[in-house]
């Protein structure tokens, strides 16, 4: 019998099975941020065992309120960059040089096929884009993360989602995640992982990929899974160029994680994209989805385009594409943060930066912060925010604040109607 | 091992999140303690009163489907823990929430739609409690002169956990 991704994953990695159905797993990377790690790093620290399991797999980023706003803030920044200097960590990125971690991290190559990732973040299975297995876990499991290289997971089952189809005008990868958790629910996945194959998979960049698999945790989903290809080859080549004797190489080397062909599952489940039409979520839980002509005209307060589901350079190209020559409605406030100083950098260069600050945006440094409520964009009660991050829970951006996800297109279009609207209109 | 059982607080509502649980604003703080008022702030539930008695008093949680949902932050466990609830019993978890309960020591228990129905039933009782024995895999739900056993499975590695204290412990003797 074939293996899927996840299983052949879990084999390569497995330490032992201390219980049957629990299996500790060797970790190839321990992301940390700011926000979730002090208090790990306290424990080891109370504990005596402040220690970490190797320099080079654990990579650390101060990303959620930055640069710190308060005193709290400042505090947590203070004790992961001194853990990061105490114990060399290479891989630390501070105010400067940081940016969202799911950006940042996979845009320097620290995510590759077939890797066991874990970090005190749901949103870890973004990283499921490269065909790693990645979970968010607690600060109790990065803790042991840090200090022995392992995580115990139950091996979760695996739903196949064949994804076919081209994407139709104003449709992307935003739209079919919503769709997805829509059509599964907020516990679809729960205990499983969400495998994803198909044309309109093929067809996508990394970034899409990345977008698809972020929101994997929106329907429980222990991690999201793409099929390595030579998609993620030509991603990941600057950095595995002198590993490879060429491209095939590396794809002959990295499909050896593709999922068998008769890999069993728990479910498959088959989407046919044509037919897809942007998709904006309506109330409090993000399976809660309508299409962008049932939502047209709902009101709004504030525009977000930014976060590790969709602040990445492709995001920005999309959304300038339409705001390009508009302005924002008068009724409306925009702010852009692009998930990381490269992609700032890019957006920049390109003009893209100059179409938003044009159009009346706000652009802010690579952050979390509105995404989850705690700076640069915090809702007040009764306000409304269209945002291409991922997650509408009440309160989420702000106490009292309700939040529509969607795609930078649909965004984009909304910031200039004042009004959630259809981009199709605009390309 | 922690204590367990104690009176019951309802919260009759499946997919209660995280943020709702603990709001992220309050993830600055660097401390356990520090949680404690913040306790299911955000919940927004007929009758309930994140500031109240029950809540006040409460040592176990009774909820629906999908509890915990969203967010990975261990500080929803945490902020139970320092209001000292040790244990939540609902029809389902999301996995980071119950990994995240059985990891700091705590229990995350899962029962059948129709034992639930029979315990929210004791909702409006003032003397609702629960007493469990983690190891025997039974609780009492008792109130209003009333008193019923229901069983219920961790799986072993879980119970593992709970009766080593957390994971922590757990791991370092073990890797």
């Known amino acids: ?427 | 091992m922690k204590t367990f059982g104690g009176p019951v607080l309802f919260l009759d509502r499946s997919d209660i999140n995280t943020d709702e649980i603990i709001p992220a604003k309050y993830l600055t703080e660097i401390t356990k303690e520090d949680l404690k008022p913040y306790i299911l702030e955000d919940l927004k539930l007929p009758g309930f009163d994140p500031k109240g008695e029950k809540t006040r008093n409460a040592r176990v949680v009774v909820s629906r489907a999908n509890f915990g949902c969203g967010s990975s932050r261990e500080h929803a466990p945490w902020v139970f823990e320092v209001n000292g609830i040790t244990a939540v019993i609902a029809e389902s978890f999301a996995r980071i929430f119950r990994q995240n309960m059985f990891n700091c020591g705590m229990a995350a228990i899962e029962l059948p739609v129709a034992d639930l129905d029979e315990i929210f039933a004791h909702s409006g009782e003032a003397d609702a409690a629960m007493s469990i024995d983690i190891e025997a895999g039974v609780l009492t739900m008792s109130g209003g002169g009333k008193q019923k056993t229901f069983n219920f499975e961790i799986s072993p590695f879980d119970k593992a956990l709970v009766l080593a204290g957390g994971w922590v412990d757990y791991a370092d003797q073990k890797y």
Not at chain 1, 16 to 36: M, Q, S, W, Y
Not at chain 1, 153 to 178: E, M, S
Request: proline share 4%.
């Open chain 1, 1 to 427: 019998m074939g293996k899927t991704t996840a299983e052949k994953i879990f084999d390569a990695h497995l330490v032992n099975e201390p219980f049957p159905g629990t299996k500790v797993l060797r970790l190839d990377a321990v992301l940390c941020h700011e926000i979730t790690t002090p208090i790990a790093i306290d424990d080891l620290i109370r504990r005596g065992k402040d220690r970490i399991f190797d320099t080079t797999k654990i990579k650390a980023v101060i990303d959620h309120v930055t640069p710190s706003k308060d005193t709290k803030t400042a505090t947590q920044a203070k004790i992961l960059r001194d853990w990061a200097r105490r114990h060399d960590i290479k891989d630390f990125f501070d105010v400067g040089a940081n940016g969202v971690c799911h950006a940042l991290f996979p845009e320097r190559g620290f995510i590759r096929p077939g890797y066991t990732v874990i970090m005190g973040d749901s949103h870890t299975c973004t990283h499921g884009a490269f065909g790693a297995f990645a979970a968010g876990v607690g600060t109790t499991d990065l803790e042991v993360g840090i200090l022995k290289g392992v995580c115990a997971f139950r091996q979760p089952k695996t739903i196949k989602f064949n994804v076919n189809g081209t994407l139709p005008k104003g449709v992307y990868a935003k739209d079919v995640i919503l769709h997805i958790i829509g059509k599964i629910g907020v516990n679809g996945a729960t205990d499983r992982v969400m495998e994803f194959h198909g044309s309109t998979i093929d067809d996508m960049s990394m970034e899409s990929r990345m977008t698809l698999c972020n929101m994997a945790i929106e329907a429980g989903g222990t991690s999201g899974i793409c099929q390595p290809d030579m998609t993620t080859v030509e991603y990941l080549w600057p950095f595995i160029k002198d590993d490879f004797a060429g491209r095939e190489a590396a794809l002959a080397d990295y499909s050896e994680w593709r999922a068998d062909a008769d890999a069993e599952y728990d479910q498959t489940i088959e989407i046919d994209v044509a037919t897809l039409q942007p998709t904006v979520t309506f109330g409090y839980k993000p399976d809660q989805v309508k299409t962008v002509t049932e939502m047209a005209g709902a009101p709004l307060d504030q525009i977000y385009i930014g976060s590790c589901t969709n602040g990445r350079i492709e995001d920005l190209r999309i959304a300038a594409q339409i705001l390009k020559g508009h302005k924002l409605a008068p009724n409306v406030r925009g702010i852009l943060s692009p998930a990381t100083p490269a992609i700032f950098k890019s957006a920049a260069k390109e003009g893209l930066i100059d179409i938003f600050m044009e159009a009346g945006f706000c652009v802010t440094n690579p952050t979390c912060g509105a995404c989850l409520g705690m700076s640069n964009g915090v809702l007040a009660n009764d306000e409304v925010c269209a945002s291409t991050t991922n997650r509408n829970f009440m309160g989420r951006m702000g106490k009292g604040g309700m939040v529509h996800l969607m795609s930078p297109a649909t965004a984009a279009a909304s910031a200039i109607e004042g009004k959630i609207a259809d981009p199709r209109k605009y390309l």
